[in-house]
């Protein structure tokens, strides 16, 4: 692991937070940063892009859960859990979401913080080797951290919310992604049956991205499932 990486504390527990960053300093650690809610600690992971983040599975606005399955979606940076759900049965289901530990509440920080070490000791030689690339989809390359779409080498521009629909579109082409998963995928939220928001999204995204928006070659509807991005060859 780069020394000049994060490490991410997901804890609506603000107290417990600066224990921890503390602890961790001492160990060495100095780049630490913390967040107290699902939303904030998603915008902090995407801005800070930590080599580790401790998360908390109950927090205010939602489950660590779900956080941690946003997550594995674009990274596998270890994740720890802190909980103090103590049963066998969150346990298995904190690792089977891809988590890489799970530590119950109450703990001893200076615990966690070796715990900390030998996961980012684990992750350090393919984090070193393995530098994040670009994905390749077709003509279309999405920067590793999918915030720039390019075409034939040439860059589009385009809003969160249409770069969000080509992250799910190319990292599963020509697989047929429904209205339901590309909503709650993209907008975070529950899909409540209304088609027009994301059918007016996908027609703006043509319009940039394909020669003849009204007759698609690689966003293509299909019928009474969704749509799906095609990929020639």
């Not at 630490?32 to 892009?49: L, P, R, S």
Request: glycine fraction near 8%; charged fraction near 25%; aromatic fraction near 8%.
């Amino acid at each position: 692991m780069a020394s000049d990486q994060w490490i991410l504390i997901i804890d609506d527990e603000e107290d417990l937070a600066r224990l921890m960053g503390t602890v961790l300093h001492k160990e060495g650690i100095i780049n630490v940063v913390t967040a107290g809610t699902v939303a904030d600690g998603w915008a902090k992971f995407q801005e800070f892009n930590p080599g580790l983040v401790l998360l908390d599975i109950m927090l205010p606005d939602g489950e660590g859960y779900d956080l941690c399955k946003q997550i594995r979606e674009v990274s596998n940076v270890p994740i720890l859990f802190m909980s103090a759900k103590d049963e066998e049965i969150d346990k298995i289901l904190g690792l089977a979401i891809g988590g890489d530990d799970y530590i119950t509440k109450p703990f001893s920080p200076k615990e966690v913080a070796y715990r900390v070490k030998a996961q980012l000791r684990r992750a350090g030689f393919s984090e070193e080797k393995a530098a994040p690339k670009n994905l390749q989809v077709g003509p279309f390359e999405l920067s590793a951290n999918e915030t720039e779409l390019k075409k034939d080498s040439k860059t589009i521009e385009l809003t969160a919310k249409e770069i969000g629909l080509m992250s799910c579109f190319m990292h599963h082409p020509n697989q047929i992604l429904s209205k339901e998963t590309l909503f709650e995928h993209v907008w975070g939220d529950e899909f409540f049956g209304s088609d027009n928001t994301v059918m007016v999204h996908i027609r703006r995204l043509r319009e940039k991205i394909e020669i003849d928006p009204s007759n698609p070659s690689y966003l293509l509807t299909v019928k009474g499932l969704g749509y799906k991005l095609h990929t020639k060859g």
